[in-house]
C-alpha cells in the first residue's frame, strides 16, 4: 500500500491511504469509484475507473464536473442521478452508454450521499459517492433500473435494441427509416443518432414533410435562385445545403408528395441536387432519417409512395414501438418527465402510489407524448409536493375502454378517430364556407397556422 501511495501516476493522493484501500477492493470486484464533493465535482477517481474510460479522461476530470465525466443525462443539473442525490437518495444500477476512448460503452452506474465515518480518516469533503461497473452483459429483464442514452430514458429490452442499434451505427452514415406510432420518440431518436454519429458537430436540421404544399416544400428542401418564381425575390439555401456535414431529419416522410418523391430518390442515389430555377447541381454530404407514423408499405401498394424510395430510405430501419408493448418504460419515462415538467414550472413534484399505478395501467394511445401531456396537465392543477390520482386527467383514471382488452381498445381508438376525423372535417369546411373559401382568414378562425390548415385539407379531402 506505502508503495502506491508515492507512485505519482496514482490517481489518489496520498493522505487518502483509506480510499486507496477501498478502491482496491473495488477494483478487484471489477468496479471503479469516484468520489465527488457537495457541488457534483471530481474529487477522486480509483485506478479502475481509468481502465474504464481511459487514462487522460480519468485524470483530466479531478476538479471538474462529474458530467464531464459520466454525462448530462445522469449528472447534468437536472440529471437524475444527481437529482436523487442531492435529494439524499441513493440510486442502484442506472445503466448509461459512456463515452469513453474506444467509443461509447454501457455502464452501470450506482451513486450513494457519503455517510462520513466516526473516526475522520476519510476525506471530508467527499459528499457522494459512485460506483461504476461495465455493464456488456447485462441482460435488460425490465424489471431493473433504467438506461439513459442521449437524453433518451427507457429498461425495455425493446428500448435496449434500439440504443444498441443507434450505438452501433456510430461510424455509419447510412440512411435510415426510423417508424413508429405518434409520439412515440421519433424525433429524439432521430437526434441521438446524429449525436452519435461521424456527422454530429454538423447541424441537425429538421423539415416536417407534411406541412408545406408541393411548390413550397421543394424549394424548402433545395432552395432556389432569385427569380425562379413570382415570389422568389432574392436566392434561398436550402434545408439540404443548410444539413452540410450534419444530419437532414425528414419528419413525415410519408407526405412527401409524389413529384418530390422523385426528386429525393435521384438526391439519395446520386447525392446531388439543383436549387429550384437553377441547373448547376450541388453535392451533398447530409446524413438522411426520416421519420413516418404511417404504415409506408401500405402506401406503397396504394401508390401514394413510390417503392424504390421506400427501399433506398429504409437501409436501416429502425421501429419504435408503442408505449403500450414496453409497459415497463412507462415508470422511469414518467418519473423523468414529471422532473422535467415540473422543473419548468420551478417545481419538484414527486407521485403518490396510486397517480402512479394508474399511470403503469393506462394504455397511452399517444404515446410519450401523451405521458408528456398528462404530466403537463397534472402539475398545472395539482397543488401539493405530491401528484395525487385527482390531479391526471380524468380518461386516464377512468379510460373508456381498457377493462375489455386491447382489441376492443383499439376498436374503440379507431372509432374514436374516424368520429373525430368526421367532426374535424365538418369544422373546417363550415369555417371555410362561411370566409368564402379564403384559407388566410379559415386559418385564424381555426386558431392553426396556413401550413397545418392546409395539410389537414389535404389529408381529410377538403378541396
Ligand atoms: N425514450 C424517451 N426518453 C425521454 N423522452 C422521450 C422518450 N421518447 C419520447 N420522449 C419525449 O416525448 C415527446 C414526444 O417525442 P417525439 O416528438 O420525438 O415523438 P414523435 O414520434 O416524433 O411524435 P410525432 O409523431 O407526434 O411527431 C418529446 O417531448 C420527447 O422528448
Ligand atoms: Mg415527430
Same mark, same amino acid.
Given at each position: #500500500?506505502?508503495?502506491?501511495?508515492?507512485?505519482?501516476?496514482?490517481?489518489?493522493?496520498?493522505?487518502?491511504?483509506?480510499?486507496?484501500?477501498?478502491?482496491?477492493?473495488?477494483?478487484?470486484?471489477?468496479?471503479?469509484?469516484?468520489?465527488?464533493?457537495?457541488?457534483?465535482?471530481?474529487?477522486?477517481?480509483?485506478?479502475?475507473?481509468?481502465?474504464?474510460?481511459?487514462?487522460?479522461? %480519468?485524470?483530466?476530470?479531478?476538479?471538474?464536473?462529474?458530467?464531464?465525466?459520466?454525462?448530462?443525462?445522469?449528472?447534468?443539473?437536472?440529471?437524475?442521478?444527481?437529482? %436523487?442525490?442531492?435529494?439524499?437518495?441513493?440510486?442502484?444500477?442506472?445503466?448509461?452508454?459512456?463515452?469513453?476512448?474506444?467509443?461509447?460503452?454501457?455502464?452501470?452506474?450506482?451513486?450513494?450521499?457519503?455517510?462520513?465515518?466516526?473516526?475522520?480518516?476519510?476525506?471530508?469533503?467527499?459528499?457522494?459517492?459512485?460506483?461504476?461497473?461495465?455493464?456488456?452483459?447485462?441482460?435488460?429483464?425490465?424489471?431493473?433500473?433504467?438506461?439513459?442514452?442521449?437524453?433518451?430514458?427507457?429498461?425495455?429490452?425493446?428500448?435496449?435494441?434500439?440504443?444498441?442499434?443507434?450505438?452501433?451505427?456510430?461510424?455509419?452514415?447510412?440512411? &435510415?427509416?426510423?417508424?413508429?406510432?405518434?409520439?412515440?420518440?421519433? $424525433?429524439?431518436?432521430?437526434?441521438? &443518432?446524429?449525436?452519435?454519429?461521424?456527422?454530429?458537430?454538423?447541424?441537425?436540421?429538421?423539415?416536417?414533410?407534411?406541412?408545406?404544399?408541393?411548390?413550397?416544400?421543394?424549394?424548402?428542401?433545395?432552395?432556389?435562385?432569385?427569380?425562379?418564381?413570382?415570389?422568389?425575390?432574392?436566392?434561398?439555401?436550402?434545408?439540404?445545403?443548410?444539413? %452540410?456535414?450534419?444530419?437532414?431529419?425528414?419528419?413525415?416522410?410519408? *407526405?412527401?408528395?409524389?413529384?418530390?418523391?422523385?426528386?429525393?430518390?435521384?438526391?439519395?442515389?446520386?447525392?446531388?441536387?439543383?436549387?429550384?430555377?437553377?441547373?448547376?447541381?450541388?453535392?451533398?454530404?447530409?446524413?438522411?432519417?426520416? %421519420?413516418?407514423?404511417?404504415?409506408?408499405?401500405?402506401?406503397?401498394? $396504394?401508390?401514394?409512395?413510390?417503392?424504390?424510395?421506400?427501399?433506398?430510405?429504409?437501409?436501416?430501419?429502425?421501429?419504435?414501438?408503442?408505449?403500450?408493448?414496453?409497459?415497463?418504460? &412507462?415508470?422511469?419515462?414518467?418519473?423523468?418527465?414529471?422532473?422535467?415538467?415540473?422543473?419548468?414550472?420551478?417545481?419538484?413534484?414527486?407521485?403518490?402510489?396510486?397517480?402512479?399505478?394508474?399511470?403503469?395501467?393506462?394504455?397511452?394511445?399517444?404515446?410519450?407524448?401523451?405521458?408528456?401531456?398528462?404530466?403537463?396537465?397534472?402539475?398545472?392543477?395539482?397543488?401539493?409536493?405530491?401528484?395525487? &390520482?385527482?390531479?391526471?386527467? *380524468?380518461?386516464?383514471?377512468?379510460?373508456?375502454?381498457?377493462?375489455?382488452?386491447?382489441?376492443?381498445?383499439?376498436?374503440?381508438?379507431?372509432?374514436?378517430?374516424?368520429?373525430?376525423?368526421?367532426?374535424?372535417?365538418?369544422?373546417?369546411?363550415?369555417?371555410?364556407?362561411?370566409?368564402?373559401?379564403?384559407? #388566410?382568414?379559415?386559418?385564424?378562425?381555426?386558431?392553426?397556422?396556413?401550413?397545418?390548415?392546409?395539410?389537414? #385539407?389535404?389529408?381529410?379531402?377538403?378541396?
Amino acid at each position: #500500500m506505502a508503495d502506491r501511495v508515492q507512485d505519482p501516476s496514482c490517481s489518489i493522493e496520498a493522505e487518502y491511504a483509506p480510499l486507496i484501500a477501498v478502491s482496491a477492493v473495488f477494483s478487484s470486484l471489477s468496479r471503479g469509484i469516484v468520489c465527488l464533493d457537495h457541488a457534483f465535482r471530481v474529487l477522486h477517481v480509483s485506478d479502475r475507473i481509468e481502465t474504464l474510460l481511459g487514462a487522460e479522461q %480519468a485524470s483530466s476530470v479531478v476538479g471538474r464536473p462529474v458530467e464531464e465525466l459520466l454525462g448530462r443525462d445522469m449528472f447534468g443539473p437536472d440529471g437524475a442521478m444527481r437529482v %436523487a442525490l442531492a435529494a439524499g437518495e441513493k440510486r442502484e444500477g442506472y445503466r448509461a452508454f459512456i463515452e469513453t476512448r474506444d467509443g461509447a460503452r454501457p455502464l452501470s452506474i450506482s451513486a450513494a450521499p457519503f455517510v462520513p465515518d466516526v473516526h475522520g480518516i476519510c476525506d471530508r469533503r467527499v459528499a457522494y459517492i459512485v460506483v461504476v461497473r461495465p455493464a456488456e452483459e447485462d441482460t435488460y429483464s425490465g424489471t431493473g433500473a433504467p438506461t439513459f442514452f442521449s437524453g433518451l430514458i427507457a429498461r425495455s429490452a425493446a428500448m435496449a435494441k434500439v440504443f444498441g442499434l443507434i450505438e452501433n451505427l456510430r461510424s455509419s452514415d447510412a440512411t &435510415i427509416l426510423l417508424t413508429g406510432e405518434s409520439g412515440t420518440g421519433k $424525433e429524439v431518436v432521430s437526434r441521438a &443518432i446524429h449525436a452519435n454519429s461521424p456527422h454530429r458537430n454538423g447541424p441537425f436540421v429538421a423539415v416536417n414533410c407534411g406541412a408545406l404544399p408541393s411548390e413550397l416544400l421543394e424549394s424548402e428542401l433545395f432552395g432556389h435562385v432569385r427569380g425562379a418564381f413570382t415570389s422568389a425575390i432574392r436566392d434561398r439555401v436550402g434545408r439540404f445545403e443548410a444539413a %452540410a456535414k450534419g444530419t437532414l431529419f425528414l419528419d413525415e416522410i410519408g *407526405d412527401l408528395p409524389l413529384p418530390l418523391q422523385v426528386k429525393l430518390l435521384r438526391v439519395l442515389q446520386e447525392r446531388r441536387f439543383e436549387r429550384v430555377g437553377e441547373s448547376r447541381s450541388i453535392e451533398t454530404d447530409a446524413r438522411i432519417v426520416a %421519420a413516418t407514423n404511417v404504415d409506408l408499405r401500405r402506401a406503397v401498394a $396504394e401508390g401514394r409512395f413510390r417503392e424504390d424510395l421506400f427501399y433506398r430510405l429504409r437501409v436501416v430501419p429502425i421501429e419504435i414501438p408503442p408505449l403500450r408493448d414496453r409497459r415497463e418504460d &412507462i415508470e422511469p419515462l414518467a418519473r423523468y418527465l414529471l422532473h422535467r415538467v415540473a422543473g419548468r414550472h420551478g417545481r419538484d413534484l414527486q407521485f403518490s402510489p396510486d397517480a402512479l399505478r394508474a399511470m403503469l395501467d393506462y394504455p397511452w394511445p399517444g404515446n410519450v407524448r401523451e405521458l408528456e401531456n398528462a404530466l403537463e396537465y397534472a402539475v398545472s392543477v395539482g397543488k401539493g409536493q405530491t401528484l395525487q &390520482i385527482e390531479d391526471l386527467p *380524468d380518461e386516464i383514471v377512468h379510460p373508456r375502454a381498457a377493462q375489455s382488452g386491447g382489441e376492443e381498445l383499439e376498436r374503440e381508438q379507431t372509432r374514436s378517430s374516424e368520429a373525430g376525423e368526421l367532426a374535424e372535417e365538418r369544422r373546417i369546411r363550415q369555417t371555410l364556407e362561411r370566409v368564402r373559401w379564403n384559407r #388566410m382568414e379559415a386559418a385564424k378562425e381555426l386558431g392553426m397556422s396556413r401550413t397545418t390548415l392546409w395539410r389537414r #385539407m389535404r389529408e381529410l379531402h377538403i378541396d
